[in-house]
């Protein structure tokens, strides 16, 4: 069964600074693979995913993630981070000939400093 | 454009009540759709999907059910509460499509007293 790992149940960066949230999956076959972000006591948005069309993935508020084969990650990063960022962030991977179930990593809460 | 749709937004209930939570989508048709439970520090875990009317699929054996009495209605059920049923609960649908991502409802806040 596929899993996803997050190093890191809590980042926290200043304002201004990079942000790297770690993903791993488990699977031979590269998988389909998401990030969503979750504010408190609200449901989960999609960042972005990646469908194997090209490995760096460009989301929305200025995140972006790259898929890597040879280490089996797909990690998120943003250059430059803003207080309106600080959330959690979920890692999510679906198999190919999929029966449309994600399997979640157990999520990375972001905190922003100013 | 589509819109999924969550209620209650907020519940406290009695160990031993019964429980309804019900999920609507609209501006999409025939779309699967999905129970979450969120408990703190513990990630999502699935309960329950269905990829149509009446049918269901269950993830994890537990005291609660889910039904899909039309295409873009879901609905999750319990007759008896237990304390370690709260959480936060969370709806998702998505195409049917392989890799297609999952859209989330805004979620019910469950408190089992």
């Known amino acids: 069964a596929q899993s996803v790992t997050q190093l890191g149940s809590h980042v926290s960066v200043s304002e201004g600074a990079l942000v790297l949230l770690r993903c791993n999956y488990s699977?031979?076959?590269?998988?389909?693979l998401f990030w969503y972000v979750q504010y408190p006591n609200q449901g989960l948005q999609l960042l972005l995913k990646?469908?194997?069309?090209?490995?760096l993935v460009k989301g929305i508020n200025g995140f972006e993630a790259e898929f890597k084969k040879s280490e089996t990650s797909f990690h998120l990063t943003k250059p430059s981070a803003h207080m309106s960022d600080a959330a959690e962030y979920f890692c999510?991977?679906?198999?190919?000939?999929?029966?449309?179930?994600?399997?979640f990593g157990k999520g990375t809460l972001l905190t922003v400093n100013p | 454009s589509q819109t999924i749709h969550q209620w209650p937004a907020t519940l406290v209930q009695p160990v031993g009540s019964p429980l309804s939570l019900e999920c609507t989508v609209e501006?999409?048709?025939?779309?699967?759709l999905y129970w979450y439970r969120q408990a703190a520090g513990r990630g999502l875990q699935l309960l329950f999907y269905?990829?149509?009317?009446?049918?269901i699929s269950s993830e994890v054996p537990q005291n609660l059910s889910a039904s899909r009495p039309q295409d873009r209605q879901f609905i999750l059920s319990s007759k008896k509460l237990l304390l370690s049923d709260s959480g936060f609960y969370l709806c998702?649908?998505?195409?049917?499509?392989?890799?297609?991502?999952?859209?989330f409802g805004p979620g019910t806040r469950l408190t089992v007293t």
């Open positions: 501006g999409t048709s025939n779309p699967n």
């Open positions: 999510a991977v679906s198999d190919r000939g999929s029966n449309y179930k994600l399997t």
């Open positions: 699977s031979s076959v590269p998988p389909y």
């Open positions: 990646y469908t194997s069309a090209a490995t």
């Open positions: 269905s990829v149509g009317i009446g049918q």
């Open positions: 998702a649908w998505s195409v049917k499509v392989a890799g297609g991502e999952q859209y």
